[in-house]
């Protein structure tokens, strides 16, 4: 079969390009990844996801298959993220807005929570557990600098998300490994970064010297 090209987007506009080649093996079909490019979306200037150059060294790497390129870019998947579910808004009747109070101010809403940081990959094959990596990475990476004050502690963690980042990951051994190391990372992360932030109770005042003056005598 002909290679492809499918185009994951996250929420924050991050634009993930998988050129993708599927193969049969045995009666099993298979797919695997060739060529992997991370950018913003909408860019219009820098080089793009596969350049002449890139498109020729694909194909030194992968002598076997043949490349039609504009075919590839003529069949593109495109998969943006799921909208959020919004609630319906109900209509407030005549009578209810006529018994609403308008003297006390409404209290503010409490800020959203933030989603819980999973604790396994999600996803029955490598595909989807790296799309499912793709939309997890940077969450856990911005959500690190919030819970952690300290700096050294902010390291070592910003250096084991970096484990879930599939970008760098060119063929089937290095995914393979990377969703090994990438599960045992995000289990780490997740039991951190879902404990409760403990409130500290306020000391009590220091004991001070006693108040001047004799003490009171009895009459």
Request: charged residues 30%; proline residues 14%; aromatic residues 6%.
């Amino acid at each position: 079969m002909l290679p492809f090209l499918r185009v994951i987007r996250d929420k924050r506009g991050y634009e993930t390009t998988y050129l993708m080649h599927s193969y049969r093996e045995g009666s099993r079909q298979r797919s695997r990844i060739l060529y992997v490019f991370r950018t913003p979306g909408g860019v219009r200037v820098g080089r793009e996801s596969l350049e002449p150059d890139t498109q020729r060294q694909i194909e030194s790497y992968h002598p076997g298959i043949a490349f039609d390129w504009k075919a590839v870019f003529a069949n593109r998947q495109v998969i943006d993220p799921a909208p959020e579910p919004r609630r319906p808004r109900r209509q407030r009747q005549p009578e209810e807005e006529s018994a609403a109070a308008p003297s006390a101010p409404a209290a503010p809403e409490p800020p959203e929570a933030r989603p819980a940081i999973p604790s396994a990959l999600q996803g029955a094959t490598p595909d989807e557990q790296m799309a499912f990596l793709t939309h997890w990475y940077p969450v856990v990476r911005d959500r690190i600098p919030v819970r952690m004050a300290d700096p050294a502690r902010r390291e070592a963690l910003g250096a084991l998300a970096e484990r879930l980042n599939p970008a760098a990951w060119t063929d089937a051994n290095e995914i393979a490994e990377g969703l090994v190391r990438a599960a045992e990372a995000l289990d780490r992360l997740s039991r951190v970064l879902s404990r409760r932030r403990r409130r500290r109770r306020p000391s009590p005042p220091p004991a001070g010297p006693p108040p001047d003056g004799p003490p009171p005598t009895e009459t």
